[in-house]
């Protein structure tokens, strides 16, 4: 999947959908390897994704995961008030913070504490 992606963003650099799918099949690749290059690759591939479309929701859940996979637990949840139609996903980051990291302090949530 990883070369499927990576050829189409050869082909179309400012395609912002093909990027952030390539940032998240470059966490799953990190994720299983347990290669922090893939991290790194997965971050400029999202980045790439948010310069071409800046508030794009599959880029800025993938650097949701990202940060939780570096446990910046704030940076996680910072896109959570620009979608509030879409707080299930979220629910999916905290529930998995919570599973590979234990529980998340309130103070590691700035706009969620009370």
Do not use: C, W
Request: charged share 20%; aromatic share 8%.
């Amino acid at each position: 999947m990883i070369t499927r992606l990576q050829e189409r963003v050869a082909k179309l650099p400012a395609d912002a959908g093909a990027l952030a799918a390539l940032g998240s099949a470059y966490l799953a690749k990190g994720r299983e390897t347990a290669d922090a290059i893939y991290y790194a690759k997965a971050d400029a591939a999202l980045q790439a994704a948010l310069q071409q479309s800046p508030g794009a929701f599959e880029a800025l859940t993938g650097m949701g995961q990202l940060a939780l996979t570096r446990h910046q637990f704030a940076e996680a949840f910072n896109a959570l008030p620009q979608f509030p139609n879409r707080r299930h996903r979220y629910a999916a980051l905290a529930k998995n913070a919570t599973r590979r990291h234990g529980p998340v302090k309130p103070s590691e949530l700035p706009h969620l504490a009370p």
